[in-house]
Nanobody
Framework: QVQLVESGGGLVQAGDSLRLSCAAS????????MGWFRQAPGKEREFVAT????GGYYADSVKGRFTISRDNAKVYLQMNSLKPEDTAVYYC?????????????????WGQGTQVTVSS
């Protein structure tokens, strides 16, 4: 069983940056695909970014502003030029397989989430 713990969220102003971290433990997540999703109030959880051995891939809404990276059992999401519409709870996710995942159902394990609030 893989456990995921996110950190790094907070309250920032538009244009600021934040770096989210996700620590994986309890299983083999080092070579599997991992991802970041977010969920704003009243909305469905949506894909933000995913990464595997081939690299990182992004939702159009964050492309050019966010960067996903990993270091063994940790995954990071560097968020630059933040906008108020980026406000959401951000979730780290891991899947058993190596293929990239772009939907909620692609992932087997989830963290508890970390709040990101961007004020205008």
């Amino acid at each position: 069983q893989v456990q995921l713990v996110e950190s790094g969220g907070g309250l920032v102003q538009a244009g600021d940056s934040l770096r989210l971290s996700c620590a994986a433990s309890g299983g083999t997540a080092g070579n599997s695909a991992m991802g970041w999703f977010r969920q704003a109030p009243g909305k469905e959880r949506e894909f933000v970014a995913t990464i595997n051995w081939s690299g990182g891939y992004y939702a159009d809404s964050v492309k050019g502003r966010f960067t996903i990276s990993r270091d063994n059992a940790k995954v990071y999401l560097q968020m630059n030029s933040l906008k108020p519409e980026d406000t959401a709870v951000y979730y780290c996710a891991a899947r058993r397989g190596y293929e990239l995942g772009y939907s909620v159902t692609d992932y087997d394990y989830w963290g508890q989430g970390t709040q990101v609030t961007v004020s205008s």
